[in-house]
């Protein structure tokens, strides 16, 4: 493997009960984290090859990570979002090269199908940086019951040269969705929008 | 009396802390729960039924924690527990943790004392090596807002001096404890910190089955 991976996190959030009504079934969101070394931290380098393929490998880490935490078969994913939260010797580049040219294609494949786009978000930060991963409908990018967003957080993490990379996939939308919008039983999944 | 709204899982793998990388990497978690809070906002003298209340959650939390652990019972080799009250609430009511807490998770691990015995107040009596789990599940708690950290502190089951597993694992759940809400934590760990070496007494030297060396 290439990256250099200091830790791994995977968390599970399963909301039951929201504002007194149940939740059936409940709601559940999976996060995976890895805690990386930036190979470019300190320096400018204007090709950012080594991560774009850490990237690819990380997509299919944690997206398997998430997939397994929620105990569910892949084609039961529903939404999905990616993060990155560069150390401070790093760039906001190098959050983009982890993110964006590769690690897609293999969440695609830990989620089955995934024609919409995977939602993501950035930031440089320190220890204990949080930073909200998007969430959005996998086959379907306009679903409005299934907009919502996940913290991630490592305590100790990023360290000036390091690369927080996290990854959700849930089995559901928000608990109580109720602001109509396209609905999932609508969705065609074919231009990744509807 | 009280219903889990909300669980909170965590499993993350140490592989290294900038040192030499572990052979088997160091796989700790923590499990949260978020409850009502049925005592928010007023001070009730008798909280003592929620306590009983709360022996099921404990279990049912124990047992969620080690099946997210993914590792046999026997791996686990430290343990803690925390609560976080909410705003309307009071420091007592997470007090409320320590003995449906502690002993779910002793008594899922191995520990075959006598948890009537402690609740009335009388010590255990203790025969040879009496099961795993020996040692007190260290805890902490605090009052706090939504999404506040709590740091809660690790030690080996059965011997609380062992010094290599002294140790704490940051418990948050985003949004949570609202004001009128609980977070109850359980914590457990599958070895020593990922690069101990300031002495003390190692685990494989532990002798008097105390709960204490």
Request: aromatic fraction near 4%.
């Amino acid at each position: 493997m290439a990256a250099k991976i200091r830790k791994l996190l995977v968390q599970v959030d399963e909301t039951r009960i929201e504002m007194g009504q149940a939740v059936n079934p409940p709601t559940r969101r999976a996060l995976a984290m890895a805690v990386i070394e930036n190979p470019y931290a300190g320096r400018y380098e204007p090709k950012l090859d080594a991560l774009i393929d850490i990237g690819e490998e990380l997509g299919a880490l944690l997206g398997q990570k998430c997939v397994a935490a929620l105990g569910i078969a892949p084609g039961q994913a529903q939404s999905y979002g990616k993060a990155a939260i560069v150390g401070e010797a790093g760039e906001l580049e190098h959050a983009a090269a982890v993110l964006h040219p590769k690690l897609g294609a293999p969440l695609r494949k830990a989620v089955e199908k995934g024609a919409a786009l995977v939602p993501s978000a950035k930031k440089r930060g320190g220890l204990g940086t949080a930073v909200d991963v998007p969430l959005g409908h996998k086959d379907a990018a306009f679903v409005r019951s299934h907009f919502d967003a996940i913290e991630a957080r490592v305590s100790d993490a990023p360290r000036a040269h390091e690369i927080v990379v996290a990854v959700a996939v849930t089995d559901s939308g928000r608990p109580l969705p109720r602001i109509g919008g396209l609905q999932v039983g609508e969705i065609k999944g074919e231009d990744g929008l509807r | 009396m009280i219903e889990i709204r909300r669980t909170f899982t965590h499993v993350e793998d140490i592989f290294h802390e900038f040192g030499p990388p572990a052979a088997q990497p160091l796989r700790r978690g923590f499990i949260a729960a978020v409850l009502a809070n049925p005592f928010a906002g007023r001070y009730e003298a008798d909280i003592l039924p929620m306590m009983e209340v709360l022996n099921a959650v404990g279990t049912q939390m124990a047992h969620q924690l080690l099946a997210a652990m993914a590792v046999p019972a026997e791996r686990i080799e430290s343990y803690g527990k925390g609560a976080i009250v909410g705003a309307a609430g009071e420091l007592e009511h997470g007090a409320l943790w320590h003995v449906p807490g502690g002993y779910a998770m002793r008594e899922l691990l191995g520990w075959s004392g006598d948890r009537v015995a402690y609740m009335q107040g009388r010590g255990e009596a203790k025969t040879g090596q009496p099961g795993n789990a020996l040692s007190i599940v260290p805890s902490t708690k605090k009052v706090g807002p939504p999404g506040c950290t709590l740091d809660v502190p690790l030690t080996h089951i059965n011997a609380s001096y062992v010094r290599s597993h002294f140790d704490a694992i940051e418990a948050r759940v985003p949004g949570s404890p609202l004001a009128d809400e609980v977070v109850y934590v359980l914590a457990m760990s599958c070895g020593p910190r990922v690069h101990a070496r300031v002495g003390g007494l190692k685990a494989a030297d532990i002798s008097k089955w105390d709960g204490l060396r």
